[in-house]
């Protein structure tokens, strides 16, 4: 069974910055797309930014030129700098993995439990 396991948030004043990272708790044989969401409380989980296996990347209108998504396959890790942190970025960030964990597996989709984001003005 693989875990991802998430590090990096805590508190922050506005213009602040963080790095986020998830990496799973075994090897995979592969990796596929990388994201990684964000849910305030009563609203819906949205995507932030995202990563392919190749490296092409991809973000919400909010967060663009802000925050910076990139992956390291060898440890099976994905990254999220935020900078320029903004209070509306207050929310907690979770990573999702879709990617094999052996080569005769499926792809599946695996989620991280979670880390708080909060931006105080």
């Known amino acids: 069974q693989v875990q991802l396991v998430e590090s990096g948030g805590g508190l922050v004043q506005a213009g602040g910055s963080l790095r986020l990272s998830c990496a799973a708790s075994a090897s995979m044989f592969s990796l596929d797309a990388m994201a990684w969401y964000r849910q305030a409380p009563g609203k819906p989980r949205d995507v932030v930014a995202s990563?392919?296996?190749?490296?092409?990347?991809d973000y919400a209108d909010s967060v663009k030129g802000r925050f910076t998504i990139s992956r390291d396959s060898a440890k099976s890790t994905v990254y999220l700098q935020m900078n320029n942190l903004r209070p509306e970025d207050t929310a907690a960030y979770y990573c999702?993995?879709?990617?094999?964990?052996?080569?005769?597996?499926?792809?599946?989709?695996?989620w991280g439990q979670g880390t708080q984001v909060t931006v105080s003005s």
């Open positions: 999702n993995v879709v990617g094999r964990l052996y080569s005769y597996s499926s792809p599946r989709s695996y």
């Open positions: 990563i392919t296996g190749g490296g092409n990347t």
